[in-house]
C-alpha cells in the first residue's frame, strides 16, 4: 500500500476533508492511454488514474521520489511541500525552470470578498497527476481536490501578505516555474494574516506555460472571478 506522508499539520478545509485520496482507491478514469516519446512514436502509457498503477511499472509515484521537496514557507500554514521535479505516468521528469524575466502575472477580482482578504497562497500545479489523470479549474472549483494528496505535482506554493491592485483587479506574480507544462495556477484568499485558518475564496487559471528559454518575457493570465468558500 502506498502511504500518503505530505506534511502532517497541514490545514485543510472542511468542504475538502471528506474526498478520497490515493491510498483509498481513486477509480482510474477512461483513457487511450496514448502519449508521445521520442521521434513522435506514440506509446501505450495504459490506464491513467491519479496515482500511478503498478499494471503501468512506475519509477516514481510521486515527484519527492523524483526529487526532494522543497519545504513550505514557514511564515504560511496552508502552503505545501513544492517540487520542481514531475512525476508523470509515473516517469520522473525535469523540465527547465523559466527565466528570472519570464514572470507570469495573475489578474482576479473578488468584488464580494476584497474588503476581508488579509493575506494569499498562490500554487502552481501541472494539470497532469503523477498518474496521468487530468485535473482542471472545474475541479478546483467544485472542490474535488485534496492537495496534500502526493500524487498532485505542486510546482509552486508561496505565501503572500497583499496583493498589487490594477483598477477593479488584484494581481499576484508567478515565477520561475518549471517551463513547457500545461499547469493550473490558483491564488486562495483568507481573511487572517499569514494564511492561517481555511481559506475564504479561490482563484483558478488553465494555462500553457512557456518552454524555457522562449523568447517570450512574461505573460498575464486571468483568474476571473475569486470563488467564495465561506
Known sequence: MRMN?????????????????C???????????????????????GVRALC?????QPTCDWASECQEDKAPPSNC????????????L???EAPPKLA??????????????????????????????????????EDVMAERLVWTEQCYN??????????????????????????GQKTLLLVYGFEL???????IGVACAEVEIPEAGSTSTGMQVSGGTMKSLR
Do not use: H, W
Not at 483509498?24 to 502509457?45: F, H, K, Q
Open 52 to 56: 500511478p498503477l503498478d499494471e503501468n
Open 90 to 92: 509515473g516517469q520522473c
Open 154 to 179: 505542486i510546482m509552486d506554493s508561496r505565501y503572500n501578505q497583499s496583493a498589487q491592485t490594477s483598477g477593479d483587479s488584484l494581481l499576484l506574480l508567478f515565477s520561475q516555474l518549471p517551463g
Open 5 to 21: 506522508n505530505r506534511l502532517g499539520g497541514i490545514v485543510v478545509f472542511g468542504a475538502l476533508a471528506g474526498l478520497v485520496a
Open 100 to 137: 528570472g524575466n519570464q514572470v507570469i502575472t495573475f489578474a482576479f477580482n473578488a468584488p464580494d470578498l476584497v474588503a476581508d482578504l488579509k493575506s494569499f497562497v498562490r500554487m502552481a500545479v501541472t494539470a497532469e497527476t503523477s498518474g496521468g489523470q487530468t485535473i482542471t479549474c
Open 193 to 199: 494574516e499569514g494564511a492561517a485558518g481555511d481559506p
Open 77 to 88: 500554514t496552508f502552503c505545501l511541500p513544492a517540487n520542481d521535479a514531475i512525476c508523470r
Open 23 to 45: 491510498s483509498g482507491g481513486t477509480e482510474p478514469i477512461p483513457d487511450s492511454g496514448m502519449v508521445e516519446v521520442d521521434g513522435g512514436v506514440l506509446e501505450d502509457a
